[in-house]
């Protein structure tokens, strides 16, 4: 069993930066896949970023990319969203997750344990 709980969230004006941390407990942690998705108001929950158990492959959704960069640290059972350059597109409700497999939550956006999401906005 895994538990997430994401934290970072705030308002920020376009341009801004934010990073998300998601801690998670459960011995699995370590070994499982990490990611984020988020969902806009009126939207469908999207991916946008995810990370290998060991960090070594990363993915991001075209959006995003440049401008994101997930990361993680084992040792604190923390998984990381650094966002930069951000727009008010990305005003949404960003949730973590831990799976097995990268590819499931890049390809399927599916995922065993989900957070319960932390708001951010962004200010034109």
């Known amino acids: 069993q895994v538990h997430v709980v994401e934290s970072g969230g705030g308002l920020v004006q376009t341009g801004g930066s934010l990073r998300l941390s998601c801690a998670a407990s459960g011995r699995t942690f370590s070994s499982s896949a990490a990611g984020w998705f988020r969902q806009a108001p009126g939207k469908e929950r999207r991916f946008v970023s995810a990370v290998s158990w060991s960090g070594d492959k990363t993915s991001y959704a075209d959006s995003v990319k440049g401008r994101f960069t997930i990361s993680r640290d084992n040792a604190k059972n923390t998984v990381y969203l650094q966002m930069t350059s951000l727009k008010p597109g990305d005003k949404a409700v960003y949730y973590c997750?831990?799976?097995?497999?990268?590819?499931?939550?890049?390809?399927?956006?599916?995922?065993?344990?989900w957070g319960q999401g932390t708001q951010v906005t962004v200010s034109s």
């Open positions: 997750a831990a799976a097995s497999g990268l590819e499931e939550m890049r390809d399927y956006g599916l995922a065993d344990y």
